[in-house]
C-alpha cells in the first residue's frame, strides 16, 4: 500500500467516526420530534436516498437479495437488529444518556471478538482475552455498583456487534447493504409512524395506540429543514466508511473506530452537561483499561492457527 493511499483511508476514516462521534448533536437539533418518529423518518428517508443513488447508478444487486428466501430473511433479521441499535441510540441521547451510549460503543470492539471466537472460531490472542476479560470486570463492576444492567450500553454493542456480524455474510458493499436494510426496514418505519408507545423513560415500551404526526407540520423551519436531512446524516459517514475500509488495513481500523466514543463522551460531558457519578467513572477505568489493551493487541503478531478478527 502507498504512502498517499494509506493517508487517504485515514483521512476517511476519521472523518467516519468524527461524523458519527458528532451526530449526538444532530439528534440534539430534532429533540422535539418523537424519538420514534424520528428512528422512522431516519429508516424512510435513508432508503429514499440510498435508493434513489444505487438506481442513478444502475445497481439493483441490493435488490437481488429479497430474490431468495434465505437471503431475504437474513436481510430482514438484519433490519430489525440496526432498527433496534438506531432507536436505543436516538432515545439514549435525547434523554440524557449520551455517556451510557459511548460506553456501548467503547465494548462493542470487544463484543465483536467475541461473536468471531463464537461464531467463526476465530483465535484470540492472549491480550485479546485480557481486553475481554478486563471489560467484562467493568460491566459487573457497574451492574452491581448501580444495581441494575447498563441496558443502554450492552444494547448498543451487542446489537451492533449482531448487526456487523451479520453483514459479513450478505456480501454487498456498504450503500448496497443499507438499501436493503431500510427497504426491509420500511414496515417498522410505517408501523412506528402510525402508532405510539409510552412508558419510554423506564426503557419499556407498553403500546399507546394509534399517533397523528401532524404536530410535525408545527414544528419550527430550520427543525423540520435539519430533520429532512436525517438520510444524508446517516449515508454520509457510511461513505466515508466505506471509502476507507477499502484503503486501510483492519488493524488501522481498529484504531481509529474508538475516535467515536470518544467524541460522544466528551459531548455528554462537557456539552450536554451529563452527570458522571464515581460508579460510571470506576467502570470507564476498567472498560478504557480493556481499550488500551486492545489496541497493543493489534499490533502483536498474530498467533497461528485461524485468523483474529483483527
Excluded at 89 to 105: K, P, Q, R
Excluded at 231 to 252: E, R
Aim: net charge positive; glycine share 8%; hydrophobic share 55%.
Amino acid at each position: 500500500m502507498s504512502d498517499a493511499s494509506f493517508g487517504r483511508g485515514i483521512i476517511c476514516a476519521i472523518l467516519a467516526y468524527f461524523l458519527w462521534g458528532i451526530l449526538p448533536l444532530y439528534w440534539k437539533l430534532v429533540a422535539a420530534v418523537d424519538p420514534l418518529h424520528i428512528l422512522a423518518f431516519r429508516i424512510l428517508l435513508s432508503l429514499v436516498l440510498v435508493g434513489t443513488i444505487l438506481l442513478a447508478n444502475k445497481n439493483t444487486a441490493w435488490l437481488a437479495v429479497f430474490r431468495s428466501p434465505k437471503k431475504a430473511v437474513h436481510i430482514v433479521l438484519t433490519s430489525l437488529i440496526l432498527s433496534c441499535n438506531w432507536g436505543i441510540f436516538i432515545w439514549a441521547v435525547n434523554e440524557g444518556h449520551t455517556i451510557e451510549a459511548s460506553l456501548g460503543y467503547y465494548i462493542n470492539p470487544l463484543v465483536s471478538i467475541v461473536l468471531g471466537l463464537v461464531f467463526f472460531r476465530e483465535t484470540l490472542r492472549p491480550l485479546q482475552w485480557a481486553a475481554v476479560a478486563v471489560a467484562m470486570a467493568g460491566v459487573l463492576i457497574l451492574t452491581v455498583l448501580l444495581g441494575v444492567l447498563p441496558w443502554i450500553s450492552l444494547g448498543l454493542a451487542f446489537s451492533f456487534g449482531f448487526y456487523a456480524l451479520l453483514k459479513k455474510k450478505l456480501g454487498l458493499n456498504a450503500l448496497e447493504s443499507l438499501g436493503a436494510e431500510t427497504l426491509a426496514g420500511v414496515p417498522i418505519g410505517l408501523f412506528l409512524i402510525c402508532f405510539s408507545f409510552g412508558n419510554l423513560q423506564e426503557g419499556a415500551l407498553t403500546f399507546s395506540g394509534f399517533r397523528s404526526i401532524a404536530y410535525i407540520a408545527g414544528l419550527p423551519a430550520h427543525t423540520l429543514i435539519i430533520f429532512a436531512s436525517c438520510g444524508v446524516a446517516t449515508m454520509l459517514p457510511l461513505y466515508f466508511f466505506s471509502c476507507g475500509t477499502k484503503l486501510l488495513p483492519l488493524s488501522a481500523l481498529g484504531f481509529t473506530q474508538f475516535t467515536t466514543p470518544t467524541i460522544q463522551f466528551f459531548l455528554g460531558l462537557f456539552v450536554f452537561g451529563e452527570t458522571f457519578p464515581p460508579e460510571y467513572f470506576i467502570a470507564f477505568m476498567f472498560i478504557w483499561t480493556a481499550v488500551i489493551i486492545y489496541i497493543i493487541s493489534l499490533k502483536v503478531t498474530p498467533v497461528k492457527g485461524k485468523s483474529s478478527l483483527s
